[in-house]
């Protein structure tokens, strides 16, 4: 019966529905452990309508999807296009593990999020499953076929190769890193300076030269027959005449191999007669203009496979055969074992190469007198390819215990010999238990990257654990295979406790990369400028072979947009959680900014440590999210929560009185460790800055957790300045002749409110405070802020109009406004200058003898410029 047409109206307005924000999040995220690829859905004219209400479109949809469920009923159009979106990537080879449609705030489209295999093909099948359902919706024919083709060979092409992919199984079992860009064959293995990189069996110690050898086939013959290793005899023509010419000098049977060419291309023997090579000729020289002209050698085809100097495993390679049965041709007998899922090459995890159907099959059964016609005898083989490569569908049986000690010495000397860490050698030989010497047995190739599948996966005989051999070279047993990762994250403070945590491991000796707002450094020299809070800057780090020790200020933007940059830490910190950002990304309450937090305290390994702010309620419930132990940091030991923490013997770092000073103390279970006077640490101004202290409180339990001895502690402490070079734009205090200036990036209330709090604790005669805030943020936010400045002396309402982000001008410093008179401010002790190099100008005009004025700066680089000519040596 045909399915009914949809309703004319809802047809019509199809085109309404789009996808936006297609991006794919490589880490850990919000809504799941794996990497997703998360969009909005945006129904526009269809939202007041759902699927079901098109009559025939679920059925379309499902028979446009084979093998596919039904949609689920009373499922909305975002809910279809996730349907149709992990049913594509099932289609295109990649079944999908997880997905959801996640709402969003009133007024806001769902956010669809499906886990991918590869990325290019997670986002490619997001778009084309808008595609699809908009075409059932029209009715239009959705060609689900090529479309189904399209994307699988997407996958194909961004999906690593099966060595590739076996070797990062077994580094992912032995818990060694694994990092590698979308598209990318090359694989890092480890982090900094312990990080290794692969593609397939190349590894970063395969010799340029040793591959320039084996590139060049007769080079590579003429060094082993330096050493007295058995090959086969021949040369290299460059035209047929030449060819026959050598060929006439080394009498028949005779092979012809391209110079240059991998997996058995253009390879014929044995050839017997002068039109025999004539004929092969061709088939070679399109491979490369000059082909080698050999004495062809019998024997069974054997690959040995040697690492690291020692034979790990050999293989019998057979080459692609048939088997007749008397009553079917070769061709069908071929097209039946293809059907085999082990020759499905559409299937990365497939372990068999389809058998060869094409023109240099014909012309290797032709020799023999035979067609792809031909029906052979029943039990007789028919072989399709005169090598044995499994790329042209071999097959391979373990030898690895067969092989003669001797034979296995004389691959090793070969592959030292050119100078392979992984070298894959082609001996053919009768037997490789008879020693090579007393059986005509000759070295044919030796290969650089060699496949390993052959041995990993045989078609007989035991499978040898290859990948284990590989990585075992690369790491010894009892390497290091990572650094230690320490992540920071939360609303206020994180930028400056990333590099309070910097700086004491560089005091320490340490070689340090770590992550800001404002760049990305190793030591202390910026390599990127910018907000770099995300994957990029960690990969940057993390990436580079010169770095020990790798601190990642890690924000809520990145992790939204991207997910975490890192598959687990060392050390997470979490410094507090106030409202921020609040009405961006789906993230519209003080619980769900908690929830992105506590991806830090999951992200950390078992042995590891989640350090939280116990006097933030938000904070310390991450608790129960970390599989690592829990370091807790409070300015009241004697608090509920820490009490019990130490009473079962945990860690945490408080400030307690000693001799009538705060002193910041590492408490576990009860043994106390005093580290230092709160007022002794620069940072802290005299211990008047209290945020400054929770900072050095969460830097100091971070550090400890990582084995930091106590004077190395207290000596960086001691060295870190607050200034316009260690921390730029953070509580930079600068002396005037009339008073201090203090400049700090704080662009939410509650860094407001501490910045106040410290101001009214300086001692200063009067505060004056410009403050500001991104006109991205809530309305009440930005009175909030007013609020949070309302016990200053005298505030001046600011903007900058590159920050205003789509608000008119005057409207940011307006809000500010009302709520400093919410907060009780008069309005003679408040005023507005919208532009910020003039609001400057102004603090500094008010500015008298013992005045402390607080700028909260929007382009701080430039503030600390105008300031300069005031700042006293």
């Not at 990189?197 to 027959?225: E, G, N, Q, W, Y």
Request: some cysteine; aromatic content about 2%.
């Amino acid at each position: 019966m045909a399915e009914p047409a949809p309703p004319p109206a809802l047809a019509r307005i199809a085109g309404d529905l789009r996808v936006r924000g297609v991006r794919a999040l490589r880490g850990r995220n919000l809504w799941s452990p794996e990497p997703v690829v998360a969009c909005e859905v945006v129904p526009g004219a269809l939202s007041l309508t759902r699927p079901a209400d098109a009559a025939g479109f679920a059925e379309r949809l499902r028979a446009a999807l084979p093998g596919a469920p039904p949609l689920p009923e009373g499922a909305s159009w975002p809910e279809a296009v996730r349907y149709a979106a992990v049913e594509l990537q099932r289609l295109a080879g990649s079944p999908v593990s997880f997905s959801a449609v996640v709402e969003q705030g009133v007024g806001e489209p769902p956010v669809v999020v499906i886990a991918y295999g590869e990325a290019e093909l997670g986002t490619e099948a997001v778009h084309e499953a808008a595609a699809l359902v908009r075409a059932c919706l029209r009715g239009d024919d959705p060609r689900t076929e090529r479309v189904v083709a399209e994307l699988h060979a997407v996958y194909l092409k961004a999906h690593p190769g099966p060595t590739t992919t076996v070797l990062i199984a077994e580094a992912r079992r032995r818990g060694i890193p694994v990092r590698r860009a979308p598209g990318e064959h090359v694989v890092q293995l480890g982090l900094g300076r312990n990080l290794r990189r692969i593609d397939a069996t190349m590894t970063d110690r395969t010799s340029v030269i040793a591959t320039d050898i084996t590139s060049h086939k007769d080079r590579t013959k003429r060094l082993l027959d330096r050493i007295g290793l058995a090959v086969p005899r021949g040369g290299v023509a460059n035209t047929v005449d030449e060819a026959l010419e050598i060929a006439a000098d080394l009498g028949f049977p005779l092979l012809l191999k391209p110079l240059d060419a991998n997996d058995g291309r253009g390879i014929s023997g044995p050839l017997h007669t002068d039109d025999d090579v004539r004929g092969a000729w061709p088939v070679a020289a399109a491979e490369h203009p000059a082909v080698i002209v050999e004495r062809y050698v019998g024997g069974r085809d054997h690959r040995v496979l040697v690492v690291d100097g020692r034979v790990v495993a050999v293989a019998e390679r057979v080459p692609a055969h048939v088997v007749g049965d008397g009553r079917r041709t070769i061709r069908q007998l071929a097209e039946e074992e293809n059907r085999n899922p082990k020759r499905d090459a559409s299937r990365p995890a497939h372990t068999l190469m389809p058998l060869p159907l094409d023109a240099q099959t014909e012309r290797h059964l032709a020799r023999a007198g035979l067609t792809l016609d031909s029906v052979p005898a029943a039990g007789a083989a028919v072989h399709l390819r005169s090598t044995a490569n499994i790329s042209t569908g071999g097959t391979s049986i373990d030898r690895t215990d067969q092989i003669h000690p001797r034979n296995a010495s004389l691959c090793e000397l070969a592959a030292a010999a050119v100078g392979l860490d992984v070298a894959g050698l082609d001996v053919l030989t009768p037997d490789i238990s008879v020693p090579f010497d007393e059986n005509g047995a000759a070295i044919i190739e030796v290969n650089a990257s060699p496949g390993i599948r052959m041995h990993t996966d045989p078609d007989q005989g035991t499978p040898r654990d290859v990948p284990g051999a590989v990585l075992d070279m690369l790491y010894p047993p009892g390497s290091e295979t990572t650094i230690p990762v320490v992540v920071v994250t939360g609303t206020n403070g994180k930028t400056t406790t990333t590099r309070l945590i910097a700086h004491l491991f560089r005091q320490a000796g340490r070689r340090v990369g770590f992550t800001t707002t404002d760049g990305v450094y190793h030591q202390e020299h910026l390599l990127m400028e910018g907000d770099l809070t995300g994957p990029l800057a960690a990969d940057i780090v993390l990436s580079d072979p010169r770095v020990e020790v790798a601190v990642l200020e890690t924000a809520r933007g990145g992790i939204l947009r991207s997910g975490l940059g890192f598959d687990a830490c060392d050390v997470g910190v979490v410094m507090n959680v106030s409202p921020d950002h609040l009405g961006m990304r789906g993230i519209h309450t003080v619980e769900q900014l908690a929830e992105v937090k506590a991806l830090i305290p999951a992200s950390v390994k078992p042995g590891g440590h989640a350090v939280l702010n116990a006097d933030d309620p938000l904070v310390l419930a991450m608790r129960g999210r970390t599989p690592g132990a829990v370091v807790l940091f409070s300015f009241d030991a004697r608090s509920a929560p820490v009490a019990e923490h130490l009473a079962a013997g945990g860690t945490a770092v408080v400030v307690e009185d000693e001799g009538g000073r705060d002193t910041i103390v590492v408490r576990r279970g009860g043994a106390r460790t005093p580290v230092v006077a709160a007022e002794e640490v620069p940072l802290t101004l005299g211990g008047a800055a209290r945020f400054q202290v929770q900072n050095v409180m969460a830097a100091v339990a971070a550090v400890h957790a990582q084995g930091l001895g106590l004077e190395e502690i207290r000596a960086g402490l001691a060295t870190f300045l607050p200034s316009g070079i260690t921390t730029p734009g953070r509580m930079n205090v600068l002396r005037t002749a009339r008073g201090r200036v203090v400049v700090d990036y704080a662009h939410n209330p509650a860094a407001v409110r501490a910045l106040a709090e410290f101001a009214l604790r300086s001692g200063a005669r009067r505060c004056i405070g410009l403050v500001t805030m991104p006109g991205d943020r809530r309305d009440q936010d930005l009175r909030e802020l007013g609020r949070a400045a309302s016990g200053l002396d005298y505030v001046i309402a600011k903007e900058h109009p590159r920050y205003l982000r789509g608000r008119p001008a005057g409207e940011v410093a307006r809000l500010i406004g009302q709520g400093l008179e919410e907060g009780g401010l008069p309005p003679e002790r408040w005023e507005t200058v919208l532009s910020e190099p003039e609001a400057v100008a102004r603090g500094l005009e008010m500015m008298e003898e013992g005045d402390l004025v607080l700028i909260v700066a929007d382009d701080t680089a430039a503030v600390l410029a105008q300031l300069q000519p005031f700042v006293l040596d």
